[in-house]
């Protein structure tokens, strides 16, 4: 039964981990290839997005293997032949328990290390392509934006790097407003700054203040534009984006350093302790109510359809307590309700298959 519930498992959590990748590639690629961004930023995007992918679908992965199974067996009739051998509900819980402290192990792992280093290393990837000034102005037959009051458009781009027909807005500055346009343009390095070297173009400044227009023609005319590069430093650390043991290593220092609010950390910490423990809750709730039901011709749907219900309600109750524990860290024990409500209804599931059936009265004919 374990290794069943093995093999499910890794195949409900390739199919739903492939899905929700998916989605969320197909919105990287149009935001960092429509950027000018290259394919491998955007492999190493969806990479650094795949572990906090897989902490979301993992519960829900246990949960469909844990009922899938049950299912199977019991259609098969192995649950009935089993509980007639002797074995009590609690016997053939024991696999089931034990592949949810499996994966509550892998969650464990993702939570506490994983999900953190991807999330920060993802925010400072984020920041450094936001500060490439030179793959957001390389793309063609769109006006660009890349910073407040200048506008960019390129009409094509040449295979030797030359850009064809610029137009360049700069309104910066309040009183004046300058607009080039060029035939060509050429899009170098020199030192640390970054110039646009434009030939054969026009440059028309608007003195609003002096109700004054100047045009100028030029042969070349070079732009700095690494006042569009946002220069700022790598951005602050979240409080998700740091692993837990480095809040244990000193709880208060890295609140006096970042800033961060206390009852937002409490919550992320316990928060990361509690969700490894919603995969041994899904697993046994999945199980405990399909295994309720017993044998029919019908099948198990409706028990399904309650152990669905369960598995909701105990995703309700977790979206409840989160808010009252960053408001009051002293509430972290809210936290775990989720968990206590889960593992109360399966265990309540299964003390009602193990007990004993109320014997027929005398000359009663069982129906």
Same mark, same amino acid.
């Given at each position: 039964m374990l290794s069943q519930l093995v093999v499910l498992f890794g195949f409900f959590a390739l199919v739903l981990v492939s899905i929700y990748w998916i989605n969320q590639a197909v919105r990287l690629f149009d935001r960092l290839i429509g950027d000018g961004q290259s394919a491998f930023v955007f492999l190493e995007f969806t990479a650094l997005t795949l572990p906090n992918v897989i902490r979301l679908v993992l519960p829900m992965a246990v949960f469909a293997a844990s009922v899938y199974v049950t299912n199977?067996?019991?259609?098969?009739?192995?649950?009935?032949?089993?509980?007639a051998t002797g074995f009590s509900p609690w016997r053939l819980a024991r696999p089931v328990l034990i592949f949810g402290l499996g994966a509550a192990l892998m969650m464990s792992v993702l939570t506490h290390l994983l999900v953190p280093a991807s999330l920060s290393q993802l925010q400072l990837r984020?920041?450094?392509? &936001?500060?490439?000034? !030179?793959?957001?102005?390389? #793309?063609?037959?769109?006006?660009?934006?890349?910073?407040? *009051?200048?506008?960019?458009?390129?009409?094509?781009?040449?295979?030797?790097?030359?850009?064809?027909?610029?137009?360049?807005?700069?309104?910066?500055? &309040?009183?004046?407003? !300058?607009?080039?346009?060029? #035939?060509?343009?050429?899009?170098?390095?020199?030192?640390? *700054?970054?110039?646009?070297?434009?030939?054969?173009?026009?440059?028309?400044?608007?003195?609003?203040?002096?109700r004054q227009l100047t045009t100028t023609h030029f042969k070349d005319f070079t732009y700095d534009i690494s006042a569009l590069i946002d220069q700022s430093n790598a951005p602050p650390p979240r409080v998700r984006d740091l692993a837990t043991h480095v809040y244990l290593s000193g709880f208060e220092r890295i609140l006096d350093r970042y800033g961060f609010d206390r009852g937002a950390v409490t919550e992320e910490l316990h928060t990361r302790v509690a969700q490894p423990l919603l995969c041994v809750v899904a697993a046994l709730i999945g199980f405990a109510t399909l295994l309720s039901g017993g044998f029919s011709r019908f099948g198990v749907w409706r028990q399904i359809l309650v152990a669905l219900l369960l598995l909701v309600l105990v995703k309700f109750i977790e979206g409840l307590v989160t808010e009252p524990v960053q408001?009051?860290?002293?509430?972290?024990?809210?936290?775990?309700?989720?968990?206590?409500?889960?593992?109360?209804?399966?265990?309540?599931?299964?003390?009602?298959?193990a007990r004993p059936k109320r014997p027929h009265r005398s000359g009663e004919v069982p129906a």
């Open positions: 199977r067996l019991s259609s098969e009739s192995e649950l009935v032949v089993m509980q984020e920041a450094e392509v &936001a500060r490439n000034v !030179t793959s957001r102005l390389l #793309t063609e037959g769109t006006f660009l934006h890349p910073t407040d *009051g200048v506008t960019f458009y390129i009409r094509e781009i040449g295979s030797d790097g030359t850009m064809e027909d610029v137009f360049l807005s700069d309104r910066r500055t &309040a009183d004046r407003a !300058t607009t080039f346009t060029a #035939t060509r343009a050429y899009l170098v390095n020199d030192g640390g *700054g970054a110039k646009l070297v434009m030939v054969d173009g026009l440059a028309q400044t608007l003195n609003t203040a002096e408001s009051d860290p002293r509430l972290w024990p809210l936290i775990y309700v989720p968990v206590v409500f889960g593992l109360g209804c399966a265990v309540a599931l299964l003390y009602s298959v």
